[in-house]
C-alpha cells in the first residue's frame, strides 16, 4: 500500500483569504522510496495582511513512522520551509520579457 498526498484550494474564504487542504491517498502507482510519513491532516491558511504581504498559518498532524526528536529538530524546519517556498512560488506570476 503506498501512500501520496493529495490537496485541495479552498479560495472562497472571507477578506481573500485561501486555504490549502491536504491528507494522504492511497495510491498504487506511487513509487517506493524511503519511509513513507502518513499525512492525516495539513492545513494551510493564507490570509492577506497588507500590501504585497501574507500572513501564512500552518497546521499539521503527521505520522512520520518512528523518526526520533534529532530528525525534527536538524529537518523537519528545512523541509516546511522549501514547502512555503513552492507555496509561494505558486502565486508568482512570470514576468513578460
Keep these: 500500500m503506498l501512500w501520496i498526498v493529495g490537496g485541495t484550494w479552498v479560495t472562497d474564504l472571507p477578506k481573500g483569504a485561501c486555504a490549502l487542504v491536504c491528507t494522504s491517498v492511497e495510491h498504487q502507482g506511487a513509487?517506493?522510496?524511503?519511509?513513507?510519513?502518513?499525512?492525516?491532516?495539513?492545513?494551510?491558511?493564507?490570509?492577506?495582511?497588507?500590501?504585497?504581504?501574507?500572513?501564512l498559518t500552518h497546521i499539521s498532524r503527521t505520522d512520520c513512522r518512528g523518526r526520533f526528536p534529532e530528525w525534527y529538530n536538524k529537518l523537519y524546519g528545512h523541509l516546511c520551509a522549501a514547502e512555503v517556498v513552492r507555496i509561494r512560488d505558486s502565486f508568482t506570476v512570470p514576468m513578460d520579457k
Design 31 to 55: 513509487p517506493a522510496l524511503g519511509v513513507r510519513a502518513n499525512v492525516l491532516t495539513s492545513r494551510y491558511f493564507i490570509e492577506p495582511c497588507g500590501n504585497n504581504k501574507s500572513r
